[in-house]
């Protein structure tokens, strides 16, 4: 149980361009999914908090219109990268909490390159 | 949330036990330790958590002391699918954000 989907779990664009990434809790629901990101050799460091049917809570540094998070179901949640440069270029990993709220499953992540 | 201090690196002996150490000496009453680990290039896996007593499971046993200053991870029969980084998080468990902050962990390496 507690399986999370992201697709795609690769995607190569041009910059400029947007790009839009999925996740999903399969077998379970989530008020309360996250979303992070990975540079190579780095730890995770977490972008946003996407609670359903509200606004999401960004971390300090992160921009808000850049990266938009959608969180219209119990079960999804996106993340697109709005005019993307190749600075955004990374790995993008989410994760959902298992209610009531004790432990977060983790997606397989997306990887993403901005040529 | 407490911060957490784990060796940066660590090679094991595969089919050994492999224990793995976390020190967290400013952990409050009220957290939780965490272990993920991240197998490369994938999302991190839950393995297990506890908050004072020694939790077992089909993946990991986790032995935390009488103070909860530290805590070990043990895998009681490494394999070579064992390598990654593992990360020891201390968190408040259903608290506002519900959030993990990841450190450097320890990356492991079983070694045929």
């Known amino acids: 149980g507690a399986v999370v989907s992201q697709h795609p779990s690769r995607v190569i664009c041009k910059s400029g361009t947007s790009v839009k990434i999925e996740c999903r809790s399969l077998?379970?629901?989530?008020?309360?999914m996250f979303w992070y990101r990975q540079f190579p050799k780095k730890s995770l460091m977490l972008m946003a908090t996407?609670?359903?049917?509200?606004?999401?809570?960004?971390e300090q540094g992160v921009e808000k219109d850049k990266f938009l998070i959608n969180h219209a179901s119990l079960t999804l949640s996106t993340l697109t990268v709005t005019s993307a440069h190749p600075e955004d270029s990374s790995f993008y990993i989410c994760?959902?909490?298992?209610?009531?709220?004790?432990?977060?499953?983790f997606g397989p992540g997306t990887r993403l390159l901005v040529l | 949330d407490a911060k957490t201090t784990q060796p940066p690196s660590m090679d094991c002996a595969e089919g050994r036990a492999a224990n793995l150490p976390c020190n967290h000496s400013?952990?409050?009453?009220?957290?939780?330790v965490y272990w993920y680990r991240q197998i490369h290039s994938q999302g991190p896996q839950y393995i297990i958590h506890?908050?004072?007593n020694n939790e077992t499971n089909e993946m990991a046993s986790l032995i935390i002391t009488e103070d909860r200053k530290s805590s070990t991870l043990i895998l009681p029969h490494a394999t070579l699918r064992d390598t990654a980084v593992y990360y020891c998080?201390?968190?408040?468990?259903?608290?506002?954000?519900?959030?993990?902050?990841f450190g450097g962990g320890t990356r492991v390496l079983v070694k045929p």
């Open positions: 077998d379970f629901q989530a008020t309360t």
């Open positions: 996407s609670n359903e049917g509200s606004k999401a809570t960004y």
């Open positions: 506890g908050l004072k």
């Open positions: 994760s959902a909490l298992l209610d009531p709220g004790e432990t977060q499953y």
């Open positions: 400013t952990i409050s009453g009220n957290e939780y």
């Open positions: 998080i201390v968190r408040v468990a259903k608290a506002a954000g519900n959030k993990l902050t």
